[in-house]
């Protein structure tokens, strides 16, 4: 069977079947680690047939370093992608060239294929200055490339209006979870990013083992993956439901000779903009080689996908885009929140409280410097927030995109809020101020998008703003509900 590839870059070809190794984490709960010689043999299997593409991440247990055992022991070329996943709160250069150099020595290697970055808040932009200098190690030779994973449509435009080379976004993409088919598949079309699918069996819930079987108790889900995905299945409208996909699924896998999995996949790769399903492994203890090759033989026609879709139709979407489950509730991780995840959400800025009951929040432009005053200020239950533009530090952000200048302003808007103890859901004014008028409408579709559910007062208007580069200024009033 001959293995599908794809180039992700000129000069990065990995195959359509990534194999994950996430599951290392869970093997490793109780404190023992996977023997790494062992367990680098066992995804040699892997690469022989031909599926040479891995996926790991700083945070999957010792993962990186049954990487580095494969890459040192398997002669012929093999792939290596990896995450950074740093804390949330203060980041310095340092903190990201040394976080590059230990997955570099973990890894063994000089230079790592493709870096993939996660980013826990938007609302404070230090995440921004993580990519600017991870993009300065790629510039180095460090990083080959960089990707991101669980990243939203409007925060990847910003990523790429603002110069930052990527080339791929990892996702969760699967029968019971479409949101990457719009707006995402859209982005990432347009500007050649390749997306790297992952929860495409949502755990092994989509397979043959659970066809007509009664809901399972939280007892019976034994792995990280199953308690996940299961909560995936409950936010999208339950088990009856699920059922439907597994049904549809499983005619269309008997038609083809094949198992469900490999319809869930096929169809996933099927997808535009997908450059790749990751399939997960738990190495040395069960292989899937076979069965994974299986999914290459697969044509699906229009009456399958028909079958298909008919039964996804009845899917409710927990989240509007991709990541929201690790930004907002409801938190469709294994604990159902993300306490195993971090520890503590640190205020995206400083504060300081004045000798009245002010208290003011600073971003660090250098227009607060100049111009003396504060990104909000805070009195009572009333915060006011200062006309904000797309700038962070010495940076202007998102480009000549008014798109990507709106979200990253909001952005800014909500870290002030969240610095001053409150959020985006206490505003009750805003007034949106556009340089050039032809850019109106696609500021208010953003302001539209984030505000959907908020809907405070607003006013848009045309103004000539100080700064070339910036094409919106918002300012904007909340109301929180403690004094």
Same mark, same amino acid.
């Given at each position: 069977?001959?293995?599908?590839?794809?180039?992700?870059?000129?000069?990065?070809?990995?195959?359509?079947?990534? =194999?994950?190794?996430?599951?290392?984490?869970?093997?490793? *709960?109780?404190?023992?680690?996977?023997?790494?010689?062992?367990?680098?043999?066992?995804?040699?299997?892997?690469?022989?047939?031909?599926?040479?593409?891995?996926?790991?991440? @700083?945070?999957?247990?010792?993962?990186? +370093?049954?990487?580095?055992?494969?890459?040192?022991?398997?002669?012929?070329?093999?792939?290596?992608?990896?995450?950074?996943?740093? =804390?949330?709160?203060?980041?310095?250069?340092?903190?990201?060239?040394?976080?590059?150099?230990?997955?570099?020595? *973990? /890894?063994?290697?000089?230079?790592?294929?493709?870096?993939?970055?996660?980013?826990?808040?938007?609302?404070? &932009?230090?995440?921004?200055? #993580?990519?600017?200098?991870?993009?300065?190690?790629?510039?180095?030779?460090?990083?080959?490339?960089?990707?991101?994973?669980? %990243?939203?449509?409007?925060?990847?435009?910003?990523?790429?209006?603002?110069?930052?080379?990527?080339?791929?976004?990892?996702? #969760?993409?699967?029968?019971?979870?479409?949101?990457?088919?719009?707006? /995402?598949?859209?982005? #990432?079309?347009?500007?050649?990013?390749?997306?790297?699918?992952?929860?495409?069996?949502?755990?092994?819930?989509?397979?043959?083992?659970?066809?007509?079987? &009664?809901?399972?108790?939280?007892?019976?889900?034994?792995?990280?993956?199953?308690?996940?995905?299961?909560?995936?299945?409950?936010?999208?409208?339950?088990?009856?439901?699920?059922?439907?996909?597994?049904? !549809?699924?499983?005619?269309? !896998?008997?038609?083809?000779?094949?198992?469900?999995?490999?319809?869930?996949?096929?169809?996933?790769?099927?997808?535009?903009?997908?450059?790749?399903?990751?399939?997960?492994?738990?190495?040395?203890?069960?292989?899937?080689?076979?069965?994974?090759?299986?999914?290459?033989?697969?044509?699906?026609?229009? $009456? @399958?996908?028909?079958?298909? +879709?008919?039964? /996804?139709?009845?899917?409710?979407?927990?989240?509007?885009? #991709?990541?929201?489950?690790? *930004?907002?509730?409801?938190?469709?991780?294994?604990?159902?929140?993300?306490?195993?995840?971090?520890? =503590?959400?640190?205020?995206?800025?400083?504060?300081?409280?004045?000798?009245?009951?002010?208290?003011?929040?600073?971003?660090?432009?250098?227009? $607060?410097?100049?111009?003396? %005053?504060?990104?909000?200020?805070?009195?009572?239950? *009333?915060?006011?927030?200062?006309?904000?533009?797309?700038?962070?530090?010495?940076?202007?952000?998102?480009?000549?995109?008014?798109?990507?200048?709106?979200?990253?302003?909001? @952005?800014?808007?909500?870290?002030?809020?969240?610095?001053?103890?409150?959020?985006?859901?206490?505003?009750?004014?805003?007034?949106? %101020?556009?340089?050039?008028?032809?850019?109106?409408?696609?500021?208010?579709?953003?302001?539209? $998008?984030?505000?959907?559910?908020?809907?405070?007062?607003?006013?848009?208007?045309?103004?000539?703003?100080?700064? +070339? +580069?910036?094409?919106?200024?918002?300012?904007?009033?909340?109301?929180?509900? @403690?004094?």
């Amino acid at each position: 069977m001959t293995v599908e590839r794809f180039d992700l870059a000129p000069d990065l070809s990995i195959s359509r079947v990534l =194999t994950g190794l996430w599951q290392v984490a869970d093997m490793e *709960r109780d404190g023992k680690k996977v023997d790494p010689i062992s367990a680098a043999d066992a995804l040699t299997s892997y690469a022989k047939a031909g599926l040479t593409s891995f996926d790991m991440a @700083d945070h999957y247990g010792s993962s990186e +370093e049954i990487a580095g055992v494969l890459r040192n022991t398997y002669a012929s070329p093999v792939q290596l992608f990896t995450k950074w996943v740093p =804390t949330p709160g203060p980041v310095k250069r340092e903190d990201v060239r040394n976080a590059v150099q230990r997955a570099l020595k *973990r /890894m063994h290697s000089d230079r790592i294929d493709l870096l993939q970055f996660h980013a826990w808040n938007y609302a404070d &932009p230090r995440w921004l200055d #993580c990519l600017f200098w991870l993009k300065e190690l790629k510039e180095e030779g460090l990083v080959h490339h960089l990707g991101l994973t669980n %990243f939203d449509t409007a925060h990847l435009r910003i990523v790429i209006e603002s110069g930052i080379p990527v080339i791929s976004n990892q996702v #969760c993409f699967s029968l019971i979870d479409r949101r990457a088919l719009h707006s /995402m598949t859209d982005f #990432c079309r347009q500007h050649s990013i390749g997306l790297l699918a992952y929860g495409t069996v949502a755990g092994g819930l989509l397979s043959e083992k659970w066809l007509g079987k &009664p809901e399972p108790s939280s007892s019976d889900l034994l792995s990280w993956s199953l308690m996940k995905y299961k909560r995936f299945i409950d936010a999208g409208g339950g088990w009856s439901v699920y059922q439907n996909i597994l049904i !549809a699924a499983g005619q269309v !896998a008997r038609k083809h000779r094949v198992s469900i999995p490999n319809i869930a996949c096929r169809y996933i790769l099927d997808q535009t903009a997908v450059a790749g399903v990751i399939i997960g492994a738990r190495p040395g203890r069960s292989e899937h080689i076979a069965e994974t090759l299986r999914i290459f033989s697969i044509k699906l026609d229009d $009456e @399958d996908r028909s079958m298909i +879709e008919k039964a /996804m139709a009845n899917l409710k979407p927990a989240h509007s885009d #991709c990541g929201d489950e690790y *930004r907002r509730p409801p938190f469709l991780t294994a604990s159902g929140d993300l306490s195993h995840h971090i520890e =503590t959400m640190p205020p995206p800025f400083q504060s300081k409280k004045g000798n009245d009951d002010r208290t003011w929040a600073l971003s660090g432009t250098i227009w $607060e410097d100049i111009g003396g %005053f504060s990104r909000a200020v805070r009195r009572g239950n *009333r915060i006011w927030v200062s006309g904000t533009t797309a700038t962070h530090g010495k940076r202007s952000i998102g480009g000549n995109d008014p798109a990507a200048q709106a979200h990253f302003v909001i @952005d800014k808007i909500e870290g002030a809020l969240q610095s001053l103890g409150g959020s985006l859901s206490d505003v009750v004014r805003t007034r949106v %101020f556009v340089r050039n008028v032809d850019d109106w409408e696609a500021i208010a579709r953003v302001h539209g $998008e984030r505000f959907k559910n908020i809907l405070p007062a607003n006013t848009l208007v045309q103004a000539t703003l100080v700064g +070339e +580069e910036y094409l919106v200024e918002m300012e904007a009033e909340a109301l929180t509900a @403690d004094s």
